[in-house]
């Protein structure tokens, strides 16, 4: 039985619904940490967080609005549902496509701004994702324009409409991809330069999960499945299609999170071309005259494209061979202390 367009969107606001109700719970988590951090966050983290919640809650409150309508409205009319849904030139359906354009430009200007922190602010790797912006934000424009000149009994799969909807998430897409790819280099590159520091062995996998998280592929793999959906023709396109902006929430909230806790990469109150991380480092010790209480010493290594501050914390095992008390007593005194690796030019 093939999927019509009434269903799907009926799933499609459930399923948004659903992903609604952890994004809500995300993002209060996320204003929680931007509320309590020492430091005042960054003004483009607040206003992406900000602007996210708006346009996904009024495109939530839309999306319920019309199928409160198409199945309440006029249930004399034979196959209402589908005649309703049929209906791309209404007001609520041209409001829903604007907050979608706008969740999608907001988290495109995140990701964007983001991946120029992160590369410390280089202007020319960012160059050509900021052209790919411009791009979206016209597609997106004309998209709401074309939309608001539908007639009913179009073809939106097969006429201009289609047409404009697979390029504004074709440019979206390209440039996620390549933003995506900037972050995750960059990542990795950290990770590696850290590691060199510390012991390794059973961490690829627990290394994936942040450059999985900060890099934001989750967005850019949901993107793939709504430009095959579209390009199929599928009336499986509304599914994806009303959940995805609560998963964009969901997705750079989360980014947002990492960030403003300062475990995650891209806070632009940090100096230029610096991106702080964290990382627990085993140290290997030996016992010796060393004071547990001796400044740790400072390590400097080679990293490109601009430094990067990286907080250490080492454990320090003394076994003291002078004191009668522990040595009765079978302890060994162990004392934390942070340390602090620079990473420059």
Not at 131 to 141: H, K, N, Q
């Amino acid at each position: 039985m093939a999927l019509a367009t009434p269903k799907a969107e009926l799933i499609g606001v459930f399923m948004e619904s659903l992903a609604y109700g952890v994004y809500l719970m995300v993002f209060s988590q996320c204003m929680f940490v931007l509320r309590k951090r020492q430091s005042r966050p960054s003004d483009y983290l607040v206003g992406t967080a900000i602007s996210l919640f708006i346009f996904i809650t009024a495109h939530v409150a839309v999306d319920i609005l019309r199928n409160i309508q198409a199945f309440t409205k006029d249930e004399a009319e034979p196959n209402y549902p589908t005649i309703y849904y049929g209906t791309f030139d209404t007001w609520q359906n041209i409001l829903k496509t604007s907050m979608y354009v706008a969740v999608t430009l907001v988290s495109d200007a995140f990701i964007l701004y983001r991946s120029f922190i992160v590369w410390g602010r280089n202007y020319l790797i960012s160059a050509f994702p900021f052209l790919l912006f411009i791009a979206d934000i016209a597609m997106g424009v004309l998209l709401v324009y074309t939309l608001s000149r539908v007639v009913p009994g179009e073809n939106v799969f097969a006429d201009a409409l289609s047409v404009r909807v697979k390029i504004f998430y074709s440019i979206t897409l390209a440039m996620n991809v390549i933003c995506t790819l900037l972050i995750a280099v960059k990542i990795l590159k950290i990770q590696k330069a850290v590691t060199s520091f510390a012991k390794s062995g059973g961490e690829q996998v627990s290394r994936l999960v942040p450059i999985i998280v900060e890099s934001g592929s989750v967005y850019s793999a949901l993107l793939v499945v709504m430009i095959g959906t579209c390009a199929s023709g599928s009336p499986a396109m509304f599914i994806v299609l009303n959940s995805i902006s609560p998963i964009i929430g969901i997705v750079f909230s989360s980014v947002i999170v990492r960030v403003g806790l300062g475990v995650s990469h891209g806070d632009s109150h940090r100096a230029n071309g610096t991106i702080s991380s964290s990382r627990n480092v085993q140290w290997m010790t030996r016992v010796g005259p060393r004071l547990p209480n001796s400044e740790p010493p400072i390590y400097a290594a080679p990293f490109p494209y601009g430094g990067v501050q990286i907080s250490l914390q080492q454990t320090v095992h003394t076994h003291a061979d002078t004191l009668p008390d522990d040595i009765e007593n079978g302890v060994s005194s162990s004392h934390t202390k942070d340390s602090f690796l620079a990473l420059s030019v």
